[in-house]
Structure formats: structure tokens, C-alpha cells
């Protein structure tokens, strides 16, 4: 097909797409802006092929091969008013960032360009544009606060926020209240996942203690510490194996990015860091009672029989008490 042909096409369809990618096609591709290397014909011709099948892509709706074949005759040939359907596509794809920079840099190459004004005022909304934020806690139900202010729903929420800093206040009755800091890029969607934590308390164990004398000779610990250890161990491997399906989840996501993909990676994720809490704990508790269970064994028998009284063993954050 005659060249003429393809850009009188590109013409059209940009007019019926936005003024940016229209200004960009209507444009001759061999225009140049200041001092440029000269290009082997080979190379030209390689650029044109290469817009006009970005041109095609887009007009078909396939925005990301379109950015591919733009960003090539770009490469090939750095001509300035290529950027413009580079931006066109950046924004389709809900890419902000990046068509923030592409936008900067056309305006940086062409100061003299028609519809300046124009395009500043985009490039303003592009930069105030807000970021969506999906907000994740672990039991869900949770109080939302975003920077001193009260937002409606209870976790899992759905916040729109203002590029910049923010802080959020998480807070559920019979758990301690968590804190996150983070900072949100213009039109970035990102996932905050929160676990909370159960409020402190002091759980209880009594134990009957008898008057007769105990032999100080030392024995094997009891079976509630064999029991922490299985529970740490089996607690360690799931959340072993449960991380490395989360990681696997992120790859596949980055390469095909879906929401079923993104809320099963989530919940991996999720299944993990509870499994890991779940063997802390039962390792710590197991520890707590075979230095308890050392105690008794090397404790000299009472110089004389008592009668039977309760022994009530309190395990605390501040650390043990033994109440007789």
C-alpha cells in the first residue's frame, strides 16, 4: 500500500481518537526537531513500518501492541511528535507515570508547539489524578481512618486518595490498633493488606501439686512441649509453601496481570504470614514450657508432706508467675 495512503488512514482515524494521537499521525513521520544523526534509508524505512503498524494496533484497540510498535519507531528514530501516540497508549493502559514523563518530554522537545495550552492542562490532570488504593485486613471488619478523617466502609475498602503521603488508622474491637504509612503515585492502583493482632491477654494453666516428695532427678519434657514443636513445625512448612505460591502468583501477575490472579496471590500471602505467626508462637510457648518443666524436675522435695494445693502457672507478655 502506498505510504500516502496509510497516513491519509492514520489521519482519520486519529481525528476520531483525541487530538493527541490525531496531531502525531497528520504529522510527516521524516519532520525533525533540531540536529539529528543522519539515518540510513534501511533504518527510516524500519521506523515507518514500525509506526504504521503501531498506528494499525491502535486503531484495532490493541493498545499495548501499539505501544510496543510506537516505542520501536521511536528507538529507531527519535522523532518527537512519536510520542504523542506513545502517551495516547500509556494512558489507555492506565500507565500514569509513564505517560506523565512521555508528556514532559514532548513538551521539553517542541516549545513551540500549536496546542501547547492544551496539553499542560492535561499534563496537570495527569499529575493530580488520584490512586486507587485496596485496602485488605485480616479478620476484615475493620475501622478505617485515612489521614485524620473516618472513611465510610469497614475493611476490605476501596480508597481513592491524591498522589502523596498518607496515613491510615486501622482499629476493630478485641484487637490492637495498626498503623500504616505509605505513599500513593498519580493514577497507581496498589494493594495494602493489613493483619491485626489480637489484643494482649494472660491465659491461665493450674496444675495439681501434691505433697509427696518429688525425685530431683531430671526427665524428658512433657508432651504439651512435643506438641509446640509439631504444631511450630507443621505451622513453619505451610507457611513455607503458601509464600512460594504468593511468589509465584506475583510473577504470573506481572507478566499477566488479572484480578484473579492479584486476589489469589492475596490470599497466599495472607495464608502465609498467619501460618509463620502461628509457628512463632507455638515455638515460644514450647520454649516457655520446657524451662518450666526443667524447673520441676531439679526442684528439691519439700522437707515435709503438705496437702494438695493448686499451682497456677500465668504466662504474660512482662514474662512467667507461679502462684502457689
Known amino acids: 500500500?502506498?505510504?500516502?495512503?496509510?497516513?491519509?488512514?492514520?489521519?482519520?482515524?486519529?481525528?476520531?481518537?483525541?487530538?493527541?494521537?490525531?496531531?502525531?499521525?497528520?504529522?510527516?513521520?521524516?519532520?525533525?526537531?533540531?540536529?539529528?544523526?543522519?539515518?540510513?534509508?534501511?533504518?527510516?524505512?524500519?521506523?515507518?513500518?514500525?509506526?504504521?503498524?503501531?498506528?494499525?494496533?491502535?486503531?484495532?484497540?490493541?493498545?499495548?501492541?501499539?505501544?510496543?510498535?510506537?516505542?520501536?519507531?521511536?528507538?529507531?528514530?527519535?522523532?518527537?511528535?512519536?510520542?504523542?501516540?506513545?502517551?495516547?497508549?500509556?494512558?489507555?493502559?492506565?500507565?500514569?507515570?509513564?505517560?506523565?514523563?512521555?508528556?514532559?518530554?514532548?513538551?521539553?522537545?517542541?516549545?513551540?508547539?500549536?496546542?501547547?495550552?492544551?496539553?499542560?492542562?492535561?499534563?496537570?490532570?495527569?499529575?493530580?489524578?488520584?490512586?486507587?488504593?485496596?485496602?485488605i485486613t485480616t479478620p476484615p471488619g475493620a475501622r478505617v481512618v485515612v489521614n485524620g478523617v473516618e472513611h465510610g466502609e469497614a475493611t476490605p475498602a476501596d480508597l481513592e486518595l491524591p498522589p502523596g503521603r498518607h496515613t491510615v488508622v486501622l482499629t476493630r474491637e478485641g484487637y490492637a490498633r495498626e498503623t500504616r504509612e505509605f505513599e500513593t503515585q498519580p493514577g497507581t492502583p496498589r494493594d495494602e493488606v493489613v493483619e491485626l493482632h489480637a489484643e494482649s491477654s494472660t491465659p491461665t494453666v493450674t496444675t495439681p501439686v501434691t505433697g509427696a516428695p518429688r525425685a530431683s532427678t531430671s526427665r524428658g519434657p512433657s508432651p504439651v512441649v512435643w506438641v509446640s514443636a509439631g504444631l511450630a513445625g507443621a505451622a513453619l512448612v505451610a507457611g513455607t509453601a503458601f509464600g512460594v505460591l504468593a511468589l509465584g502468583e506475583n510473577n504470573d501477575y506481572d507478566i499477566n496481570p488479572t484480578r484473579e490472579g492479584r486476589e489469589r496471590g492475596l490470599r497466599y500471602a495472607v495464608v502465609s504470614d498467619v501460618s509463620f505467626g502461628i509457628a512463632a508462637a507455638s515455638a515460644a510457648f514450647g520454649l516457655v514450657m520446657y524451662f518450666v518443666d526443667r524447673g520441676r524436675a531439679q526442684e528439691p522435695p519439700p522437707a515435709t508432706p503438705t496437702a494438695s494445693a493448686p499451682l497456677t502457672l500465668r504466662v504474660s507478655p512482662s514474662g512467667l508467675a507461679i502462684n502457689f
Do not use: K, W
Open 1 to 135: 500500500m502506498d505510504r500516502r495512503v496509510v497516513v491519509c488512514i492514520a489521519s482519520l482515524c486519529g481525528s476520531l481518537l483525541g487530538p493527541g494521537l490525531a496531531l502525531a499521525q497528520t504529522q510527516p513521520a521524516e519532520t525533525q526537531v533540531g540536529t539529528q544523526p543522519v539515518l540510513s534509508e534501511a533504518t527510516i524505512q524500519e521506523a515507518r513500518t514500525a509506526y504504521d503498524s503501531g498506528t494499525a494496533h491502535y486503531v484495532a484497540g490493541r493498545y499495548r501492541e501499539a505501544l510496543e510498535a510506537f516505542e520501536r519507531a521511536y528507538s529507531l528514530r527519535p522523532n518527537p511528535v512519536v510520542l504523542l501516540p506513545i502517551l495516547e497508549c500509556h494512558d489507555r493502559l492506565g500507565h500514569v507515570p509513564e505517560a506523565i514523563t512521555t508528556l514532559e518530554t514532548y513538551l521539553g522537545a517542541m516549545p513551540e508547539v500549536r496546542n501547547r495550552a492544551l496539553l499542560e492542562t492535561r499534563l496537570e490532570n495527569l499529575r493530580r489524578r488520584p490512586a486507587r488504593v485496596h485496602l
